[in-house]
């Protein structure tokens, strides 16, 4: 069965940090694509970060030089860290697995697998 569980989620004041984390469970992770979405109240949900099975890594300009995605395939788990936060990075962040980790994907439709989500809330 297939799980990714994310943590890490909270309350931060503007400028501050978060570090998200999905565990990831029930499939091949080392060979998969893991990408990071988000979705703020009444908007569509979109692109955060995404790497792939090599760790190449690509991001959305809004967070480009602020977050960092990375992942542990020893572990299983991705990481999203967030520094410099800003209001509108408020949002129910998402992890996803995407089967094909030679490609590293922007598009929410190229991911089988997803999270349940975790609240990361930035104060102004």
Do not use: H
């Amino acid at each position: 069965q297939v799980q990714l569980v994310e943590s890490g989620g909270g309350l931060v004041q503007a400028g501050g940090s978060l570090r998200l984390s999905c565990a990831a469970s029930g499939f091949i992770f080392s060979t998969y694509g893991m990408g990071w979405f988000r979705q703020a109240p009444g908007k569509e949900r979109e692109f955060v970060a995404a790497i792939g099975r090599w760790s190449s890594t690509v991001y959305a300009d809004s967070v480009k030089g602020r977050f960092t995605i990375s992942r542990d395939n020893g572990k299983t788990t991705v990481y999203l860290r967030m520094n410099s936060l800003k209001p509108e990075d408020t949002a129910v962040y998402y992890c996803a697995a995407n089967r094909d980790g030679l490609r590293v994907e922007v598009g929410e439709f190229e991911y089988e697998y997803w999270g349940q989500g975790t609240q990361v809330t930035v104060s102004s």
